[in-house]
C-alpha cells in the first residue's frame, strides 16, 4: 500500500476521527486501486468529502483538487466517487462500531425515528434515512439509508440485549418488535389502537376493547396486556393518560379534519381516543411508572431535533444526483459520515455533552454545532492549497463545456471606440 502524503495539520483533525485501516479498507473495496491522479487515499477522501460534505458540484469539485494536484476532469471524479460507496459504507459502519457487542444486561435508552430525503423535483419520497440516538447521551449511534419502499421498523438497527428504544406509532407491528424484544430488548411505544391489537391477561385472551377499558378510569391508568404474534405471547402494560381538555378537544378536531379528507365520519369510540396518550412498554410498572414513562416518550423529540440538524445544518437533503444513481447513495453515506465525524469533533474538542440529558441542561449543540461544522469545510478546503503552477490547470476543469449558444461579448467596434478614446486620454475602459 502506498503510503499518504503528509497530511495537513488541519484535515488530520478529521482523518483522526476514522478508522485507523480506512486506507487499506479503500484497497479491500477497490475504492483505490493505484495511484494516477488521486495519487493516495488521502487525496480520494478529500474528494468524498468535497463533493459529500461541502456540497460541491463535480465541476466545482475537480476545480478544487486541479487547483491544489493538477488537472482533474469531472468526468474523471464522478468515476472515482462512483467506486467508493462500498468503502464510504464500510468506513460509516465502524465510525458508529456496529459491530460492537453490546454484553449482557448493558442498559442503553435509544429513540428510534425515520426521515425522508427528496431528489431535486421530486415530490414523493426518495430516500429514507433510519436513525438511532443513545438518550442519555444525545449521540448519534446509528443512520441507515434505504429507497422509498421500505418502511420504518427495528430490523434497521444493530439492537442488542438491555436496549431500551423510544419510538412512535410509526412501529405498530407486532412483526418489528417481538423478535427485538424476544433479543432481551424493550420497548416503550406511542400506541395506535387503531393499528395493532393487544389482548387482556386472562384465560380467555380477548382483544382489548380500548374505549370501554379507558372509561373505566378517572384519570392516568395501567392496564396488563399481551403482545401477540405467531405463538408468542409478551407481557406488557399499556399506560393510558388523558390529554388536558384543551389538547384533547384539539386532538378530536383533527381526527375529524383527517376523516373528513378521507371522505369518512370518525366514530364515538375513535373522537374518545383521540383524547388519550396510550404508551405501550415491556419495563416493568415496578421500574418505570407512568409518569416516567409519559415524560421518557415526551424527550423523543430529540431525535426529530437531530434530523433537523442534519437537514439545517448539514444539508443531509440537497441531494442534486438523480434517485437511484450510485453518486446519490455515495451523497447520502458520505454526507452521514461528515455528520458523524463533526459531532466526534465537537464531543472530543469541547466535551460538549458530559453528561447528556442532566436534569439541568444549559446549552443545545445547535450553535456549537454550526460554528464546527463550518470550520470542518474551510479544513478541508485549507487541506488544498491552490498552486501558482496549476492555475491553467484550475480554469480548464472549472469552466463549462463549450455550448451551442456562445456566451456574450461586447461588438467589436464597441472596442474599436474604446481603444480610439483611450488614446485621446478620454477614457480609461
Known sequence: MKNSPNIDIQFEVFVQ?????????????????????????????????????????????????SSANGYLSDTAVRKRLAACVPWVKAILTKVFNLGQVVTSGHLRFIVIDGSTIQVPGADETSYRLHIAIDLVKLELLQVKVTDEKQGEGLCHYTLKNGDVVVIDRGYNQPKNLVPFIDQGGDIVLRYNPHGMNLYSQNDEMVKIAWATELKKFDGSGVIPVYLCHGDKRIAS?????????????????????????????????????????????TVPVDILDTETVAALYRVRWQVELVIKRLKSLLDIDRLRAPKGSVLSELYLHGKLLYAAVTEKIAYRRLNLFPAGMIPERTHTPWRILHLLASEVKSLIIASMPAQAKYKADFIKAICERPRKRKLQTLPATVFQLLDTCRAMGVSCS
Not at 384543551?246 to 378521507?262: G, S, Y
Open 237 to 281: 402494560v399499556v399506560h393510558a393518560i388523558p390529554l388536558p381538555q384543551d389538547k384533547a378537544d384539539e386532538a378530536r378536531r383533527r381526527t375529524r379534519k383527517q376523516a373528513k379528507k378521507k371522505g369518512s365520519t370518525p366514530s364515538a369510540d375513535t373522537l374518545y381516543l383521540s383524547g388519550w396518550v396510550l404508551i405501550l412498554t
Open 17 to 65: 476521527e476514522l478508522p485507523a485501516d480506512y486506507q487499506a479498507m479503500a484497497y479491500e473495496f477497490k475504492a483505490f486501486c493505484r495511484s494516477r491522479k488521486v495519487q493516495s487515499v488521502y487525496e480520494l477522501l478529500q474528494l468524498v468529502m468535497l463533493y459529500c460534505g461541502l456540497d460541491y458540484s463535480l465541476r466545482t469539485t475537480a476545480g478544487q483538487f
